[in-house]
């Protein structure tokens, strides 16, 4: 639990002046929990874990560095950390984020003074009190002069594993162009480079089945034709579902078995994991995705991935993804990450090229066969081709690092809203807000002019759950109170939206 400050101490931190109030829709905020929830959890046990091996990682840095002039600007990062450090622990009030060049300041600082005015880490809603913990971390970095690209998550790595050299660093604008590179220290994360070399058994089994290109049985009626298919869709559904079980931001203590229990791929397990999808629109979306209204005249539909975590769940999202493209349900899929480093193990530009890079041409297996390497490598050589062709591509958007709701999506960034209203599905494989019926969670994703049709796949692992009945979210808090942040249950929910009507902004 975290340590408060004692009673009459003064828990104000030196800041600019706050920026104008202004109005700004934050739809429904998680509600906070009694006890021990994800709250208490998160700011007193989870981050400054998480913070202290980033403090550890930079002081290992430091220690490797000969010039003075870099040495010294580092530890002006590590003060930085430290002061973050103190007001995790001291329950500080949230601040505004100092004017870094970053083009997000905006947004952080209009959420700051007009909601957030005088809360600290503990009775602030701790879905943004996190996402600020972070945006304070790269605060860290972005105000130095040598260290702007550092990331701190990349010496949880094996220190066996190479990396390419730093790329230059890359100012954020307020809604960056998607062509931009990550401004991200190494072209991989550790944290990928983790979880994906540990993987090693579900790795190869996703491989070995479909390195070869998927082709529809002959002989078949086009019944059958289409059933074979809706199993497909159906398992790889589910494989891409229960991928986002590995979530190093929230499992800090995961030990490799329970790495390969989470990932498991298998028939027979994913049978029998069915059903502990507490809400299952598997049979709605194929409806949907089979469909002429997603698939016309003969040519795919368009699908867009709002990313969560990089490594074995990218990896499972591209299995996912170049099976649909192989069937012909999907012409086009566009993937959506993040800026820079963001709660330990999201995605980022460089972890997206990393991947099939690392598939094609590294060395994070040598125990593996040669036919085990070879699957691994047919795989990303195709999907480095899909790339080329523009089958896959990726976008990044200062929206996904800001501390803003869905429900202020088309407010407080309209071209992002323009840009996922020509797409036939945006899945979402991050948390949503707050314990609400899905439609309402998502709020204008649903209901406005224009938007796409939402599929939501997340284990649970936290507090914030969406779409559960109430009546099964009782009874498991008595039968299993750890159900929430188990990672052993998921949601599968469906929005049709309202794609093809007008949009119009205020």
Not at 124 to 142: G, I, M, Q, V
Not at 204 to 229: D, I, N, T, V
Not at 412 to 420: K, N, Q, R, V, Y
Not at 444 to 460: D, F, K, M, N
Request: with cysteine; hydrophobic share 35%; aromatic share 12%.
């Amino acid at each position: 639990m975290a340590t408060l400050a004692p009673p009459g101490a003064d828990k104000s931190h030196p800041s600019a002046a706050a920026p104008k109030k202004t109005s700004l829709a934050l739809g429904n905020l998680p509600p906070k929990q009694q006890g021990f929830g994800t709250q208490q959890a998160t700011m007193g046990v989870r981050l400054p874990t998480i913070l202290g091996k980033a403090i550890d990682d930079v002081v290992k840095t430091l220690n490797d560095e000969y010039d003075e002039e870099r040495i010294i600007d580092l530890t002006e990062c590590i003060s930085r950390m430290e002061d973050l450090m103190d007001d995790l622990q001291n329950n500080a009030q949230l601040r505004p984020i100092i004017d870094d060049g970053e083009g997000d300041i905006p947004l952080w600082n209009r959420m700051l003074a007009k909601y957030f005015r005088g809360k600290d880490f503990m009775n602030a809603p701790w879905l943004f009190a996190e996402a600020y913990k972070y945006r304070r971390l790269h605060e860290c970095f972005s105000l130095s002069k040598y260290w702007k690209t550092y990331d701190v998550f990349f010496r949880q790595s094996s220190s066996s594993f190479s990396h390419p050299p730093s790329k230059p660093s890359q100012q954020l604008t307020a809604y960056p162009d998607a062509s931009l590179p990550s401004p991200r220290a190494s072209a991989s994360s550790s944290t990928e480079c983790e979880t994906f070399s540990r993987s090693g058994d579900a790795v190869f089994e996703l491989s070995l089945r479909f390195a070869e290109p998927w082709k529809q049985a002959e002989g078949y009626s086009e019944e059958q034709q289409l059933e074979a298919k809706r199993l497909m869709f159906h398992e790889l559904t589910q494989i891409c579902l229960w991928g986002n079980s590995t979530d190093l931001s929230l499992l800090i203590n995961m030990t490799e078995e329970d790495i390969k229990k989470l990932q498991s791929t298998g028939g027979d397990h994913l049978a029998a994991t069915e059903q502990n999808i507490l809400g299952n629109d598997l049979g709605r979306v194929w409806e949907y995705i089979s469909s002429s209204r997603f698939c016309s005249a003969g040519k795919g539909g368009r699908l867009d991935f709002v990313l969560d975590n990089a490594g074995f769940e990218l990896y499972c999202d591209l299995v996912y993804a170049d099976w649909l493209l192989q069937s012909g349900l999907c012409s086009k899929i566009v993937f959506h990450g993040k800026r820079f480093a963001w709660f330990v193990s999201d995605v980022t530009r460089q972890d997206f090229e990393w991947l099939p890079n690392s598939m094609v041409y590294g060395h994070l297996f040598p125990n593996a066969s040669d036919e085990e390497l070879a699957s691994l490598k047919q795989m990303g050589l195709r999907w480095k081709q899909y790339v080329k062709e523009g089958k896959l591509s990726y976008q990044q958007h200062a929206f996904w690092i800001s501390g803003f709701t869905f429900w202020s999506l088309k407010d407080e960034a309209p071209d992002l809203f323009l840009e996922l209203s020509n797409s036939d599905l945006v899945i979402f494989k991050g948390d949503a807000p707050s314990s609400t019926p899905f439609n309402m969670a998502i709020g204008p994703l649903a209901t406005e002019a224009g938007a796409p049709p939402v599929l939501s796949l997340r284990t649970v692992k936290s507090d914030v759950v969406v779409g559960v009945p109430q009546e099964m979210a009782d009874r498991l808090d008595k039968e299993e109170p750890g159900w929430r942040i188990s990672g052993k249950y998921a949601v599968v929910l469906f929005s049709e939206g309202h794609k093809g009507e007008p949009i119009s902004f205020a």
